[in-house]
């Protein structure tokens, strides 16, 4: 069965600071990787997707996730942070079906 | 990118009533639709995969006679959920299927008194 682990539950960054969120899955076969952000009251919007290629990912709002096989990771990072970055960020798995399976979470709050 | 919306946002109802949630894929048409469950704080769970004109695929747990779901035309979904209890109140998204992605709805809170 496939999962998805978010090691951080919460991660406080200041503004300008550099970020990087951990996502470890379990899959097996070859991975679809997906990274959502979700802000109060929308929906959940996708960062970025991985299915093949050139591990080094570029998303939308200046996020980039590399994916690497032998540690099973798919680590979402962003140079520097804003304000409205300030949000939940959920890493997910795509298998059979096109059924995702999401990790915890990690929410991240931007300091001043 | 692809729009899909959610009625109601908010909802409240009494013990024991039925409540339906309607998704809809505003641009696009959907042949899969999804639903999940959000408790706060907590990540999202697949409850059921909705295939229009078939009958929707349930996850092991979730209970299909609680949980109806319609998927009646290829831009629209509907869960009821049947004699609603408190432990039912949560948040429901649905996401919709497209090319290579699912979009999101803006998800429905449902609060059972």
């Known amino acids: 069965a496939q999962s998805v682990t978010q090691p951080d539950i919460h991660i406080t960054v200041s503004e300008g600071a550099s970020l990087e969120l951990r996502c470890n899955y379990s899959?097996?076969?070859?991975?679809?990787l997906f990274w959502y952000v979700q802000s109060p009251g929308q929906g959940l919007q996708l960062l970025l997707k991985y299915f093949s290629g050139d591990t080094l990912v570029q998303g939308i709002k200046g996020f980039e996730a590399e994916f690497k096989r032998s540690q099973s990771s798919f680590n979402l990072r962003k140079p520097s942070v804003h304000w409205s970055d300030a949000a939940e960020y959920f890493c997910a798995v795509g298998g059979a079906g096109n059924k995702l399976t999401f990790g915890g979470g990690t929410r991240v709050l931007v300091k001043p | 990118g692809a729009v899909v919306s959610q009625h109601p946002s908010r909802v409240i109802c009494k013990s024991g009533t039925s409540v339906k949630i309607e998704c809809r894929s505003l641009?696009?048409?959907?042949?899969?639709m999804f639903w999940y469950r959000q408790f706060p704080k907590q990540s999202l769970m697949l409850m059921a995969t909705s295939n229009e004109g078939s009958k929707a695929t349930y996850e092991q747990g979730v209970e299909k006679d609680k949980f109806l779901i319609n998927h009646a035309s290829l831009t629209l979904s509907t869960l009821t959920v049947t004699s609603a209890h408190p432990e039912d109140s949560s948040f429901y998204i649905c996401?919709?299927?497209?090319?290579?992605?699912?979009?999101f709805g803006p998800g429905t809170r449902l609060t059972v008194l």
């Open positions: 641009d696009f048409q959907a042949t899969t």
């Open positions: 996401s919709a299927q497209g090319a290579n992605e699912q979009f």
């Open positions: 899959y097996g076969a070859t991975p679809y």
